[in-house]
């Protein structure tokens, strides 16, 4: 699969347009960034599908949906809930984008749902997901 990177948050990343082309490629993206403030990026596939991850240090969220902005969007739900607040945020172009914290999942299950979409394009059925 052709799955390209796109960081909403910093237009200037140098990674932006970078094919990402396996599990551990993204898992070293994602080492690179403990430092920076929870943010939005985009994993767009070549099938015409992508990914739409929030990710922070430890938790993440991830919207599978059409590339052409066209309805089904589908959220991964996570399983359990530790914080008390309603929503996490996630920054895109500097502007602060709530995420119920019922959508935010493991950084782990995030690179797992992630590999699935580099192998095959799809969303992984492991997951519960759920429509928005």
């Known amino acids: 699969m052709n799955v390209k990177f796109n960081d909403l948050q910093d237009l ?5 347009g970078t094919v990402v082309s396996s599990p551990s490629a993204m898992n070293k993206l994602f080492q690179s960034w403990n430092d920076r403030v929870p943010f939005l990026f985009e994993l ?22 059409p590339t052409n902005g066209e309805p089904p969007y589908l959220i991964a739900v996570g399983e359990d809930v530790d914080d008390k607040s309603d929503f996490c945020e996630f920054l895109a172009g500097n502007t602060p984008t709530p995420i119920s914290r019922r959508y935010c999942i493991p950084i ?23 429509e928005v």
């Open 12 to 16: 200037k990343n140098i990674a932006n």
């Open 44 to 65: 767009r596939c070549s099938n015409g599908f992508m990914l739409t991850i929030g990710f922070a240090k430890d938790c993440g969220s991830v919207q599978y949906s």
């Open 108 to 130: 782990v299950q995030v690179l797992q749902i992630v590999g699935t979409f580099l192998k095959s394009g799809d969303r992984d059925g492991s997951v519960a997901w759920e």
